[in-house]
C-alpha cells in the first residue's frame, strides 16, 4: 500500500495499513526488530534509527498503520493506554487548565487526580454529555479538553464537533480516548478533535495478550511535541508488543462487526428480562444521545453496563460469578466475553461520593461482548440471572 492510501475502503485500510513485504526478503509481515540498537555508517550517519527507544522498524510500523485507520497523519505507540494519556499531558505547564469528563476510565481519572494535580495542572471535571456544560469553565488558561465517547461504563456519548468548536474557541486541544468505539466505529479526528488516544490493549489488540497504548494526531507541530516527551520520557512498547498489535489491526473490521452483532442482541435480551433495571447501550433508538451516536459512529460497539431491580451486592456478585462462559475480569475488547463490576474494579479509583454522582451506582456490572455464539452467550445470561 503506498502512502497515498486514503482512496481504499476501509477493510483494505486494516489489513494493508502500516504494512508492506520486507524490502530484503519479501516477508509478508512486518519483521520483529528485536534490537535496542543499530549499526552507524559513521558517527550520526544510520539508515534512519539509531536507538529503539527514539524509533524502532516494527514500532515505525505500528504507528504507520495507527495514522491510517484512524485517518490522521501521524501515529505515535506507547507502552500502555495510561502512557499514552501521561504523555498528552505532559504537554502542560502548571497553571494551564484542562476540562475532562466527569464519566471516564478510572485510571485517567487517577492519573489526572492524584499525580497529575500535584504538579500544579488544574483538572475541572463537567458531565459532557451536554457540551454547554463547558462552555462556563473555558478561559485563556485552559489548554486541553479531554473526553471519553462512548464512556466507561455508562456509554453515555460525547458530542465530539460540538465540543471540538469550543476547544477551538480558546484555542485549547480536544484529546478524545476512542478505546471503546476502535478507529474502525469512530474517526474523532473527522470531527474536529485534535487528538485520538487508544489502549490498543482493548479493540485494536483484540486477544487480550499484549498492554499497549496509542495517540493519532494531524498537526505536524503537535506531533513533534508528542514524539519528544514519548523519546524523553521513554514509556514505548518493545517491538513484539507492536508485532500484535499491527497482527491484530488485520481482524479488526470483522471483529468488530461481530461485537456489534452481539451486542445488539445481547442489550436487547437484558432490556426485556424481568431482573433487569436498565441497560445502558448506545444503539437503543432511545438512547438520549442516539442522534449524536448515528451521527459520529458507523455502528454501536459490544460494550454495555446493565443494573438489576435488586441492586444488593450480594446479587451482584451471584450473577458475576455464575456465568460460565462470559469471564470475570477487568479489560474489554478481546474475543472473549467479559464481566466486570466496576465500582469494586476498573473503577475503585474514584471516590465513592465522585462515582455515585456521576452515574455509577455500586450495582452497576459492565459487559465486555465477545464474539462467541450470540445464543450460548444469552443463555449463559439466562441462567446466570436465574
Ligand atoms: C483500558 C483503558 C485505558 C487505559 O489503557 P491501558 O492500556 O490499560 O493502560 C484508557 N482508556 C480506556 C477507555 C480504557 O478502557
Known amino acids: 500500500m503506498t502512502d497515498d492510501n486514503t482512496h481504499y475502503k476501509v477493510a483494505t485500510k486494516m489489513i494493508h495499513a502500516g504494512v508492506e513485504p520486507d524490502a530484503e526478503t519479501g516477508a509478508i509481515m512486518t519483521p520483529i526488530y528485536q534490537t535496542s540498537t543499530f549499526k552507524q555508517q559513521s558517527p550520526g550517519v544510520t539508515k534512519g534509527y539509531d536507538y529503539s527507544r527514539a524509533g524502532n522498524p516494527t514500532r515505525a510500523a505500528l504507528e504507520k498503520a495507527l495514522a491510517t485507520i484512524e485517518n490522521g497523519n501521524y501515529g505515535l505507540a506507547f507502552s500502555s493506554g495510561v502512557a499514552a494519556t501521561d504523555a498528552v499531558i505532559k504537554l502542560l505547564s502548571p497553571g494551564d487548565e484542562v476540562i475532562a469528563a466527569t464519566d471516564m476510565y478510572g485510571g485517567t481519572y487517577r492519573l489526572f487526580a492524584q499525580l497529575f494535580a500535584k504538579f500544579g495542572i488544574v483538572f475541572h471535571y463537567v458531565d459532557m454529555k451536554d457540551a454547554e456544560n463547558i462552555r462556563p469553565l473555558l478561559n485563556a488558561k485552559t489548554k486541553l479538553i479531554w473526553t471519553e465517547t462512548p464512556t466507561n461504563p455508562l456509554i453515555n456519548i460525547t ?16 484529546c478524545v480516548d476512542n478505546t471503546f468505539a476502535s478507529p474502525y466505529l469512530q474517526n474523532p479526528l473527522n470531527f474536529g478533535a485534535d487528538i485520538v488516544l487508544h489502549s490498543a490493549t482493548k479493540y485494536l489488540g483484540g486477544h487480550s495478550d499484549v498492554v499497549l497504548g496509542a495517540l493519532v494526531v494531524n498537526d505536524k507541530d503537535l506531533f513533534d511535541q508528542l514524539y519528544f516527551i514519548q523519546k524523553s520520557s ?3 512498547p518493545g517491538p513484539q508488543d507492536c508485532f ?14 461481530r461485537h456489534c452483532e452481539n451486542g445488539e442482541k445481547i442489550a436487547h435480551f437484558l432490556r426485556n428480562h ?32 446493565f443494573e438489576l431491580k435488586n441492586g444488593s451486592i450480594e446479587e451482584v456478585d451471584r450473577v458475576v ?66
Open 159 to 174: 458530542d465530539i464537533e460540538a465540543v471540538s468548536k469550543l476547544a477551538k474557541s480558546v484555542g485549547a486541544w480536544l
Open 234 to 236: 521513554g514509556a514505548i
Open 244 to 257: 500484535l498489535i499491527l497482527r491484530g489491526i488485520k481482524t479488526l473490521h470483522v471483529r468488530m462487526d
Open 274 to 305: 424481568p431482573k433487569v433495571a436498565v441497560v445502558h447501550w448506545c444503539g437503543f433508538e432511545d438512547h438520549p444521545a442516539y442522534a449524536i451516536a448515528k451521527k459520529q459512529m458507523r455502528k454501536f460497539g459490544g460494550m454495555l453496563s
Open 321 to 386: 460469578t455464575s456465568t460460565k462462559i462470559i469471564t470475570l475480569a477487568e479489560s474489554l475488547g478481546g474475543v472473549e466475553s467479559l464481566i466486570n463490576h466496576p465500582a469494586r474494579m476498573t473503577h475503585a479509583s474514584i471516590p465513592r461520593e465522585e462515582r455515585i454522582k456521576n452515574g455509577l451506582n455500586d450495582s452497576l456490572m459492565r459487559l465486555s461482548v465477545g464474539i462467541e455464539d450470540a445464543d450460548d452467550l444469552i443463555e449463559d445470561l439466562k441462567q446466570a440471572l436465574g
